[in-house]
């Protein structure tokens, strides 16, 4: 596990040194080949500079900004060769994209982010602030850069990695069903998927990750990004829309413009609940909190007929947070105003628990089938420094990615869908704890305390009406 994966030829600039930015430098360190002295992390704060000093990494302590982003990151790159690796908040991601293609370096984010006022307080429309028109502005980029430099886009756990397991999930679904399959091309994929019979996928997410000390109220806390979880958990619940659905749900839109793979709901995603299933705990709550995978996957495993979408999955995610996260929430959902105080569990401070992150797939042959990363922070402490589980999934889905762009230095604009996931998978793999796959027989309507009234189809189990709890 102490390979050295790939080379990065010329400069190395990480933007953000946050929880993940923290996870991922000893990764790089261990697995990428480097000039020490061409790598910058951009990082305002100071309170981590220590680390920085004792990696010997130059610190560049200032924000980017839409004033000087361009300057800062020209004068990092004097050749024009390199990478930028944005794990910030705050930082235009389309913006980055752009430049790094006039500059000629490869560029990897984990998100699409927006300069700040997109998140809170803007003008804009609810259906102006979903991922739907962030995502169709840098796929309508990425045709103005065909075999320009690779820029991997929303490539950490989820978004990112969790596109690789789908693929494994279906190869495995294929295989237990006796369905033959040697998909190539994304129109193969497609259509195995549709063999296969899936009517939807969950981005089926289980936090267990406990502190030793009771989070104390009026503090936010979560086990990676505060802002992070805020800025999607407060934009609408989106999702990737399904050829099987029959009706919109309520406070549902469909977009009135691009391809229309996705719809949004008039809520907030972190108040959105959907009935879901992960191993260990078996059936739970999830929020269906907006995510690019929620969008690229029902995109990628569209079936077509001319201009007519014949097959489509609905995608999305099913997050159930750490306990202190669902608290936080809740806390802030009746106050109706954002906590004052934020904090992040580092892996010291968590005491059991870890990350179960997968696809669950649903409505196939067999049921439902959960497909996933099982990572305890205990394992994550033991293979890394600086992470609990959930950083370590998405550390180590970000130097996969890296890997993969080093390799392939000329892709133009990518999504993890459309990367190679069996040689990202082995970069990773020995950072997910088990990769376990668990079928159920579980479906939305099989479980309840009581009986009240509920809009059920129980002639379609899965129909997203079953799954979503108003
Ligand atoms: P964090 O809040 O811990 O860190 C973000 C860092 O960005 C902070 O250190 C902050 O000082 C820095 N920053 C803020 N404004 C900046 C600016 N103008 N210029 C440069 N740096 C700035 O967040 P994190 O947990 O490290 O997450 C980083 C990013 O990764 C977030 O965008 C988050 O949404 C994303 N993320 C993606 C996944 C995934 O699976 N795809 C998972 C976790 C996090």
Same mark, same amino acid.
């Given at each position: 596990?102490?390979?050295?994966?790939?080379?990065?030829?010329?400069?190395? !600039?990480?933007?953000?040194?946050?929880?993940? #930015?923290?996870?991922?430098?000893?990764?790089?360190?261990?697995?990428? +080949?480097?000039?020490? &002295?061409?790598?910058?992390?951009?990082?305002?704060? +100071?309170?981590?500079?220590?680390?920085?000093?004792?990696?010997?990494?130059?610190?560049?302590?200032?924000?980017?900004?839409?004033?000087?982003?361009?300057? /800062?990151?020209?004068?990092?790159?004097?050749?024009?060769?390199? =990478?930028?690796?944005?794990?910030?908040?705050?930082? &235009?991601?389309?913006?980055?994209?752009?430049?790094?293609?006039?500059?000629?370096?490869?560029?990897?984010?984990?998100?699409?982010?927006?300069?700040?006022?997109?998140?809170? #307080?803007?003008?804009?429309?609810?259906?102006?602030?979903?991922?739907?028109?962030? *995502?169709?502005?840098?796929?309508?980029? +990425?045709?103005?850069?065909?075999?320009?430099?690779?820029?991997?886009?929303?490539?950490?756990?989820?978004?990112?990695?969790?596109?690789?397991?789908?693929?494994?999930?279906?190869?495995?679904?294929?295989?237990?069903?006796?369905?033959?399959?040697?998909? /190539?091309? *994304?129109?193969?994929?497609?259509?195995?998927?549709?063999?296969?019979?899936?009517?939807?996928?969950?981005?089926?997410?289980?936090?267990?990750?406990?502190?030793? *000390?009771?989070?104390?109220?009026?503090?936010?806390?979560?086990? @990676?990004? !505060?802002? #992070?979880?805020?800025?999607?958990?407060?934009?609408?619940?989106?999702? %990737?829309?399904?050829?099987?659905?029959?009706?919109?749900?309520?406070?549902?839109?469909?977009?009135?413009?691009?391809?229309?793979?996705?719809?949004?709901?008039?809520?907030?995603?972190?108040?959105?609940?959907? *009935?879901?299933?992960?191993?260990?705990?078996?059936?739970?709550?999830?929020?269906?909190?907006?995510?690019?995978?929620?969008?690229?996957?029902?995109?990628?495993?569209? /079936?077509?007929?001319?201009?007519?979408?014949?097959?489509?999955?609905?995608?999305?995610?099913?997050?159930?947070?750490?306990?202190?996260?669902?608290?936080?929430?809740?806390?802030?959902?009746?106050?109706?105003?954002?906590?004052?105080?934020?904090?992040?569990?580092?892996? &010291?401070?968590?005491?059991?628990?870890?990350?179960?992150?997968?696809?669950?797939?649903?409505?196939?042959?067999?049921?439902? =089938?959960?497909?996933?990363?099982?990572?305890?922070?205990?394992?994550?402490?033991?293979?890394?420094?600086?992470?609990?589980?959930? %950083?370590?999934?998405?550390?180590?889905?970000?130097?996969?990615? =890296?890997? @993969?762009?080093?390799?392939?230095?000329?892709?133009?604009?990518?999504?993890?869908?459309?990367?190679?996931?069996?040689?990202?998978?082995?970069?990773?793999?020995?950072?997910?704890?088990?990769?376990?796959?668990?079928?159920?027989? @579980?479906?939305?309507?099989?479980?309840?305390?009581?009986?009240?009234?509920?809009?059920?189809?129980?002639?379609?189990?899965?129909?997203?009406?079953?799954?979503?709890?108003?």
């Amino acid at each position: 596990t102490q390979a050295v994966h790939a080379r990065i030829d010329g400069a190395l !600039v990480m933007i953000g040194f946050g929880s993940i #930015g923290r996870g991922t430098l000893p990764l790089i360190e261990r697995h990428i +080949g480097f000039d020490r &002295d061409r790598f910058t992390v951009i990082e305002p704060s +100071g309170d981590f500079a220590h680390i920085l000093r004792d990696h010997g990494i130059r610190h560049l302590q200032c924000a980017l900004t839409p004033d000087n982003y361009a300057d /800062v990151l020209r004068s990092l790159f004097p050749e024009g060769r390199g =990478m930028i690796v944005n794990l910030s908040v705050d930082v &235009d991601s389309i913006e980055l994209m752009k430049l790094a293609q006039e500059m000629g370096v490869q560029y990897l984010d984990t998100v699409v982010e927006p300069w700040p006022g997109f998140y809170f #307080g803007s003008p804009l429309p609810n259906a102006d602030r979903t991922n739907y028109p962030l *995502r169709e502005k840098v796929r309508a980029l +990425g045709k103005a850069y065909v075999g320009g430099p690779t820029a991997v886009s929303c490539c950490g756990a989820n978004p990112g990695m969790v596109s690789w397991l789908l693929k494994e999930a279906l190869l495995r679904l294929a295989l237990d069903t006796g369905v033959a399959a040697n998909p /190539v091309g *994304r129109e193969d994929w497609a259509a195995l998927m549709q063999t296969l019979g899936v009517k939807g996928i969950h981005i089926a997410e289980r936090d267990t990750q406990v502190s030793a *000390r009771a989070k104390p109220p009026g503090v936010f806390v979560n086990t @990676w990004s !505060v802002d #992070g979880l805020l800025s999607e958990g407060y934009q609408p619940a989106e999702l %990737g829309w399904g050829t099987h659905e029959k009706a919109l749900p309520p406070q549902g839109h469909a977009f009135d413009h691009g391809p229309g793979y996705a719809i949004w709901i008039d809520r907030p995603g972190a108040d959105t609940r959907v *009935r879901s299933w992960c191993p260990d705990v078996g059936p739970q709550f999830g929020f269906v909190i907006t995510h690019n995978e929620a969008l690229s996957i029902p995109d990628y495993y569209t /079936v077509w007929e001319g201009d007519r979408a014949v097959y489509r999955p609905t995608c999305h995610y099913a997050y159930h947070p750490s306990n202190d996260a669902i608290l936080s929430l809740h806390e802030i959902n009746g106050a109706g105003k954002l906590a004052e105080a934020q904090h992040i569990l580092t892996v &010291d401070e968590i005491v059991a628990g870890g990350d179960d992150l997968g696809v669950l797939l649903y409505g196939h042959a067999k049921g439902a =089938m959960w497909y996933g990363s099982r990572l305890s922070c205990d394992e994550a402490r033991r293979l890394a420094p600086y992470q609990n589980a959930t %950083g370590m999934q998405v550390t180590s889905a970000v130097l996969a990615a =890296m890997v @993969w762009a080093a390799e392939n230095p000329r892709a133009g604009f990518v999504e993890a869908d459309e990367m190679d996931h069996v040689r990202c998978l082995d970069v990773q793999r020995p950072y997910l704890g088990r990769i376990e796959c668990h079928y159920t027989d @579980w479906t939305p309507l099989s479980h309840r305390i009581n009986r009240f009234a509920e809009d059920r189809d129980e002639d379609d189990p899965w129909q997203f009406s079953n799954f979503l709890a108003v």
